[in-house]
């Protein structure tokens, strides 16, 4: 795991000094090694930077940047399979100076061009310069794991593992996009293929990126979707039959992913999906290390459960109990973090038990992508229980009656819960729901906020061949990489670990996205395939309890520690020159939330974490 970086410039003004400053903005990604090149021509200069956290191959030949021939590489990732393809290329007539991933990378793409990305399984971002073609090519993994960003004006492309590369370079200009704003106040992130700045850009999931490097006339590719596999007719299989696969496939995924030349750990909680990924893994692998955050002041505790299951199974296993002031303390580093408005809270926990389990690993396999695979949210079970009579109210009652809910004033969580329902009233579409569901409030309400009117609309919605099947689409494109995978990813690279994800497994994603809906979800309950695979393994007693979640009580913590910085966030003069929200709306909005109205509670986390970003990198 690494970061990258780099440059074109048709102006030839970016010095290796400054590339050196942009590579090493990136330490924290990559403490063990650094190294860069540099490529000048009459029309453009290019650099190319890594940072590196040694996990295959550690020896200094399998440093970066690479070369071969006409290509030159920078490469952040693993290649899961890479022996066997490297295996073939040998019989090509390949040889190889290391045993590095990268290099079989490098010489796949040499041999196949972008065919070689068909063969991958892994999680990357890769930036390739083929001198010959005079072409750049920036790559990201199918689910979107690794991130990889991009500013692109007339005379400059910039390009780098985080946004933090962008802000040592001169020639960068940092501009809000208010349309990114946006996004971030519906979201709590800003989806791919926005970024918070103007001209800058995420690569998205499963797509490569061509740039002619003396024009910067840029092509797009997408090389994988997971839209086909949701909308292909439904497998006609048994359960039992499911259920063998879906095992053998998650077993060799896992199995996959413990290839590494340093320990390997695993992000253990209560839950059925890292519980599953320890099962199966000690069964093949001993003395595997597991790790547990509680937060107990917080109400965050998983420990005695994530205990249990590690007694039972027999893991090397690291509770790791933070008193609550810990807690705290991570909550000004998340703007340094998350280099761009970030508001997941669960970041919180994530990054404690990533700071914790560093000191003993320098990888930990982590369950995300369970939820989208197998169908574990509360909204893919709601939508079977919400009575089917909503879609005959007229749409005139359907308002009336949202209104009323939305004025009975409840608190906490239930409030935030019964005003997205009520959105629904007089629209009870999958995508109406889906929206109602994934953003933070109406647009109505969110743009009494906001000075500029011209909110973007909600992100497209994919349909797929049934309701569950569109939920878990939409998730699996959305959610899971704006958010889950974007939370990890800095809070592993942030402490130079790197996290692995056997769930997002392509051949596992594939398979699971045709098998039935009701082996997933039936109305009554979530996950049951995988849960019915977990039962083989660990006693139903030790499983069973509601689902936890890294949740944080952010509203007390609001309230009770963070009430002056965010009063001092919403003064008035501050708000003024900022020229981005409306003042006296915003204050309201604050003022009310601190007296214990919660009904705008979540927008108010939103608007604290942008406005901590804001002061920090603006």
Not at 402 to 425: C, D, E, P, T, Y
Not at 443 to 460: I, N, S, Y
Request: glycine letters at 6%; charged letters at 20%.
């Amino acid at each position: 795991m690494c970061g990258i970086t780099g440059f074109i410039d048709l102006s030839k003004r970016t010095s290796s000094e400054v590339l050196l400053g942009m590579r090493d903005s990136l330490m924290h990604r990559g403490p063990d090694a650094g190294g860069e090149y540099f490529y000048d021509s009459q029309p453009f200069s290019l650099g190319l930077a890594h940072r590196r956290l040694s996990i295959i191959d550690t020896t200094d030949g399998a440093n970066q940047p690479m070369h071969y021939e006409e290509l030159s590489m920078v490469f952040n990732g693993e290649l899961y399979n890479y022996q066997e393809i490297r295996e073939i290329l040998v019989k090509a007539g390949y040889s190889f100076r290391t045993q590095s991933d990268s290099e079989v990378v490098l010489l796949a793409f040499h041999k196949w061009k972008s065919k070689a990305l068909d063969l991958f399984k892994g999680m990357f971002s890769l930036i390739l310069f083929n001198r010959e073609e005079q072409t750049l090519y920036l790559i990201r993994d199918r689910f979107g794991v690794k991130p990889l960003y991009y500013y692109l004006d007339d005379q400059l492309l910039l390009f780098g593992s985080e946004l933090k590369p962008f802000h040592t370079h001169p020639q960068f200009k940092k501009s809000l996009d208010l349309k990114s704003v946006w996004y971030f106040f519906q979201y709590g992130n800003i989806p791919s293929p926005h970024a918070i700045f103007k001209d800058t850009y995420k690569v998205e999931p499963g797509t490569m990126l061509s740039i002619d490097c003396k024009t910067l006339r840029l092509e797009k590719k997408v090389f994988w979707s997971p839209t086909a596999y949701f909308q292909k007719e439904t497998l006609s299989i048994s359960f039992d039959d499911a259920k063998t696969k879906t095992r053998e496939l998650l077993t060799k995924a896992i199995d996959l992913r413990m290839v590494s030349d340093v320990p390997v750990g695993l992000f253990l909680s209560g839950g059925y999906d890292s519980a599953t990924t320890a099962a199966l893994l000690t069964q093949s692998h001993k003395a595997l290390k597991t790790f547990t955050v509680a937060v107990p002041e917080a109400g965050l505790n998983e420990g005695p459960k994530a205990k249990k299951i590690a007694e039972f199974l027999g893991t090397d296993h690291m509770e790791i109990t933070c008193d609550l002031s810990e807690a705290l303390q991570v909550i000004p580093k998340l703007s340094t973090l998350y280099d761009e408005p970030f508001a997941d809270s669960s970041a919180i926990p994530t990054y404690l038990v990533a700071a914790h389990a560093a000191t003993k690993v320098k990888v930990a396999l982590s369950a995300d992508g369970g939820d989208e695979m197998f169908a574990g949210y509360n909204r893919h079970l709601y939508f079977h229980r919400i009575p089917k009579a909503v879609n005959y109210l007229p749409p005139i009652l359907g308002s009336s009656v949202a209104n009323a809910i939305s004025a009975l004033g409840l608190q906490g969580l239930k409030a935030q819960r019964v005003q997205k329902f009520a959105r629904l009233m007089s629209d009870f579409s999958i995508e109406s729901y889906m929206n109602a569901m994934t953003t933070s409030m109406s647009q109505d309400v969110l743009a009494t906020f906001f000075k500029h009117r011209g909110m973007p609309d909600p992100l497209p919605f994919i349909q797929g061949r049934s309701p569950l099947a569109s939920m878990l689409l939409n998730d699996s494109v959305n959610y899971l990489p704006n958010d889950i995978l974007h939370k990890v990813d800095r809070a592993t690279m942030a402490v130079g670990l790197e996290g692995r994800e056997p769930f997002l497994d392509h051949d596992l994603f594939e398979f699971l996205a045709q098998v039935p809906d009701h082996y997933k979800c039936d109305g009554t309950r979530t996950k049951i395939l995988l849960k019915e695979i977990a039962h083989d393994m660990l006693p139903t007693s030790l499983m069973e309890g509601p689902k936890m979640g890294f949740a944080i009580p952010i509203s007390a913590w609001m309230r009770k520690y963070l009430c002056e910085e965010l009063l001092a966030l919403s003064e008035e003069s501050f708000l003024k020159e900022q020229g981005v929200f409306n003042p006296y709306e915003l204050r309201q909005a604050v003022l009310m939330f601190l007296k214990g109205k919660d009904q705008n509670a979540l927008f108010i986390w939103y608007y604290f974490s942008f406005q901590s970003w804001y002061k920090q990198w603006m």
